[in-house]
DNA sequence: AGCACGCCGACT
DNA sequence: GTCGGCGTGCTC
């Protein structure tokens, strides 16, 4: 039998299956989605198996054999590999980019080499005199005559050449195997006694003087479970050398045993009961539910206010899809992956929860995976890459905060997970639950067509090509939960315009009205939660004198001023500099170091509130692991009067003792120059509000802007969704976006700017060529429904990085285009005979940020 | 991506 | 004379 297999080499080139002979002992083992070690050119590779076939596509006698089976299970099932191949045509990736998103980064194996001293040379070393032998060699002989190469070279970095020389010579044969870089922790574990009897009798005859043996033997035998060395030791205040004389009588055994580590092991979560559901809720499940007994594949918009109970309607219609003996996956943005998220998950289903974020160690991620694979876990509560949960029958996937850009991978593979969760769950017959107070417009276009039948035949040229393709074809189904919880009404926002402010000679950043409102808190000993809306915004220098900022020497970006090290430093490209004592452009000594906005108004609050106890939330304050927790468990106790912070103050908090909320600047997202820069700012400040007043307290929010008559603004502050949505629809479609149209965006990159530019030239002029043959109208007013515009090149947002200039192309496209394959074939018409292109390319398929 | 093969300059 | 620079080309 021959396997095809994806070789783990990132490259174009290398990208597609490669013939194995399975050798007889791996017959029945090897299977599709296996991870298997083999030759290639001269060196041993991770690969995945993608397909097993009885005839091979290349010359057999040259075949090689597979060289290792590196799993018992294999990692990937086969519809997570038919979803890489349809990732990698989407988004335009290799394959090998698509396989290795879907494992947990400890499985990434890398080849590893052993050496061993060949036999006849052990031979003969015992005749000649060891005197004058070469130091390594006999440190591998002190070793048993075999040891890991790389080992070897770090303790003998001279000798490289010579241990080169002796495996090349065979005097050292090399044995290659590939190693994950996992660590699985060992526990040591006393097992109870095999025979009872004869340890029964034991503790009857036990001597005096070993009354401890005596008491951990008796301990066993009552509790007849392995227990780990160290619980037992401690339970019974003894010595792990007293259990271990227990166990040389061959009374207990002592064995190392895996053991997974659980990062909420020994939290206790309360358990919850399924709460009764209000009318609204009521109505969204029934419908939910009967897809999931009817095993339809359906998608469904959850288009729910902040503070409808979206929550506990994910709870209950998991838990009809555990029912039906099928499992559930739940993504929510990192950002609000917060310990109260988990809780609700771990509080309703306990131990069958497995939660994949990016704050765990590789380990512990693993070994959430492997509660997964291994079917321990029915549910898998994560970010993003939790859409790839290795589940062998999904029942539902539900996406909170669906609009959230955060779903959408800004690295290679480009993957957005509410596309990829649309297509899995149609592999499994699943249901796709897409909840969000603020749909993304992509989504809201796609669902609304299909509910609104009138309105179908008029939305469906205008925004035939959605960016939510799949969802297109699923048809969604809206579902509207309108009203709160408990009746509360939605909190106030009152808008403050900053320019009368000025004028009226209050230079501070926080307007009366914000002052005032937080003064009323902190005599009444409620909360406030401040958020400071400054996208992308970080610390940099200037000189004021002459406005020289400081700037990466390989990226045309600025650089970021990190305080504790007094060090300038890209984050593009990681170079760092000394931060200057005086400008480096003038000499002035007025050069200033403008620290994150969040600092500068923790300063303030302290001026302006003497006494006031402010937690700030930024990236400063929460990269240590468990930062995060830590800050909200503090501000959840009322330990703190303000939550001050960025985005992630905005997200799925839940605190009752929070009135006020306050936006510092509404607008500094507003103008940003990318076409959703409206959509994110009605989205952040519709989220913001909706952590005022969820409980008994009423809430009250303060917005300040210079634009208080933008629509953006003026809809948000009435809670009004559905006017935001028509107006920026009528913004998208004169101006030609998403959801009208659909874009890619091509970035060539390149140390030499004439071959980059020419290459860019030569790419569109190909596109545009191939689009006329195919017989695509290309002008941006056509009526038809197919339609394609290639724009560019030009200089990206970021000209150079890393040394390597930056061009980029845009392609808008509607209606049946398939791009994707018109992109393919000018791409490989501009490389070489290996599909090499002359420069590198990098192709963004429905991207987030356009700036 | 790596590694081998291969053809031209500065050294023992 | 050799060592070694990194330019093409291939990997089942």
Not at 48 to 58: L, P, R
Not at 207 to 219: C, G
Not at 408 to 429: C, G, I, L, M, N
Not at 616 to 630: F, I, N, W
Request: one cysteine or more.
């Amino acid at each position: 039998m021959i396997a095809k297999v994806i070789v783990d080499v990132p490259s174009r080139a290398t990208d597609r299956p490669f013939d194995y002979k399975i050798p007889q002992q791996m017959l029945g083992w090897v299977e599709v989605g296996s991870r298997v070690g083999v030759p290639f050119g001269g060196r041993v590779l991770q690969g995945f198996v993608i397909g097993i076939t009885e005839h091979a596509d290349f010359d057999v006698k040259k075949l090689k054999p597979i060289a290792e089976l590196l799993d018992h299970i294999p990692p990937l099932s086969p519809d997570l590999v038919e979803l890489a191949s349809w990732i990698s045509d989407k988004y335009c990736c290799t394959l090998t980019a698509s396989l290795q998103a879907m494992i947990p980064a400890a499985l990434k194996g890398k080849a590893d080499s052993v050496v061993s001293i060949a036999d006849d040379e052990v031979n003969e070393a015992s005749e000649d005199s060891l005197l004058g032998e070469e130091a390594w060699l006999s440190y591998i002989r002190q070793n048993g005559g075999t040891m890991r190469l790389a080992a070897l070279q770090e303790r003998f970095p001279e000798s490289a050449a010579d241990i080169k020389a002796a495996v090349k010579r065979g005097t050292l044969t090399e044995q290659v195997t590939i190693r994950d870089r996992l660590s699985v922790r060992k526990v040591l574990t006393v097992f109870p006694p095999d025979n009872e009897a004869l340890a029964l009798e034991a503790l009857q005859n036990y001597p005096a003087r070993a009354a401890k043996q005596q008491e951990v033997l008796r301990y066993m035998l009552e509790h007849r479970e392995p227990i780990a060395m160290t619980v037992l030791v401690e339970a019974l205040s003894t010595t792990s050398s007293t259990v271990r004389a227990v166990a040389d009588k061959g009374l207990l055994e002592i064995r190392e045993m895996e053991q997974s580590r659980d990062p909420y092991a020994g939290r206790d979560f309360k358990r919850t009961e399924p709460l009764p559901l209000t009318e609204g809720q009521q109505a969204v499940y029934a419908e939910i539910a009967e897809s999931l007994d009817a095993e339809q594949s359906r998608v469904f918009l959850l288009h729910g206010v902040t503070g409808s109970g979206k929550t506990e309607v994910y709870l209950q219609t998991i838990e009809r899809c555990l029912q039906h003996e099928r499992q559930a996956i739940v993504l929510v943005p990192e950002i609000s992956l917060t310990p109260q998220m988990v809780e609700r998950f771990k509080g309703r289903f306990g131990d069958l929860v497995a939660v994949l974020h990016s704050r765990l160690s590789s380990g512990e991620r693993y070994d959430e995976w492997r509660k997964i694979r291994e079917g321990r876990a029915q549910v898998a509560v994560g970010a993003r890459s939790a859409i790839f949960a290795p589940f062998e029958r999904i029942g539902l996937i539900i996406i909170d905060e669906e609009h959230e850009s955060s779903y959408k991978q800004e690295e290679t593979p480009k993957y957005h997970a509410r596309d990829v969760a649309v297509r899995r769950a149609r592999q499994h017959s699943a249901a796709v639950v897409l909840g969000s107070a603020t749909p993304s417009l992509e989504s809201f276009a796609a669902a609304s067509r299909v509910v609104s039948g009138s309105e179908a035949a008029n939305t469906s040229t205008s925004a035939s090509a959605s960016t939510s393709a799949s969802a297109k074809a699923s048809g969604a189904a809206l579902l509207p939960m309108p009203n709160r919880v408990g009746g509360r009404p939605m909190p106030k926002v009152h808008l403050i315009d900053m320019r009368d402010e000025l004028k009226n000679g209050n230079r501070s950043m926080f307007s009366r009205q914000l002052h005032e409102a937080l003064l009323e808190r902190l005599e009444r000993g409620e909360q406030s939660v401040l958020l400071l809306n400054r996208r992308g915004y970080s610390t940099f220098v200037m000189c004021r004198s002459c406005g020289y900022t400081a700037q990466c020497p390989h990226c045309d970006i600025s650089l970021t001023y990190h305080q504790k090290s007094r060090v300038l430093r890209c984050h593009y490209c990681g170079h760092a500099e000394q931060a200057p004592e005086k400008c480096p452009s003038c000499e002035s000594e007025h050069i200033r170091f403008f620290g994150t906005g969040t600092q500068r108004v923790e300063e303030e609050l302290a001026k302006l509130f003497p006494g006031i106890r402010v937690i700030r939330m930024d990236v400063d304050t929460t990269t240590e692991k468990g930062s995060h927790e830590k800050w909200l468990t503090m501000f959840g106790e009322r330990k703190a009067d303000v939550l001050l912070g960025t985005q992630m103050v905005a997200k799925g908090l839940d605190f009752p003792y929070v009135t006020l909320v306050g936006v510092i600047a509404a607008d500094t997202s507003l103008h940003l120059p990318d076409f959703r820069s409206a959509e994110k700012t009605f989205q952040l400040l519709t989220q913001v509000a909706g952590r005022a007043g969820r409980h008994q307290l009423p809430g009250e929010v303060i917005v300040q802007t210079y634009n208080p008559e933008h629509y953006a603004i003026v809809t948000a502050q009435h809670h009004d969704y559905a006017a935001f949505v028509q107006e920026e629809l009528k913004h998208r479609r004169f101006m030609g976006y998403p959801p009208f149209c659909r874009l890619i965006v091509v970035t060539l990159s390149d140390e030499q700017l004439p071959l980059l530019i020419q290459t860019g030239e030569k790419l569109a002029s190909t596109l545009r060529q191939l689009a006329y043959e195919s017989g695509i109208k290309g002008s941006i007013d056509s009526d038809g429904t197919r339609f394609i515009d290639i724009l560019g090149p030009v200089a990206s947002p970021i000209p150079r990085m890393k040394d390597r200039y930056r061009f980029q192309c845009m392609v808008k496209y509607r209606g049946n285009v398939n791009a994707n394959d018109l992109l393919k074939q000018a791409i490989s018409m501009l490389s070489g005979p290996q599909g090499q292109p002359p420069v590198q390319i990098s192709v963004d398929v429905d991207p987030q940020m356009i700036l």
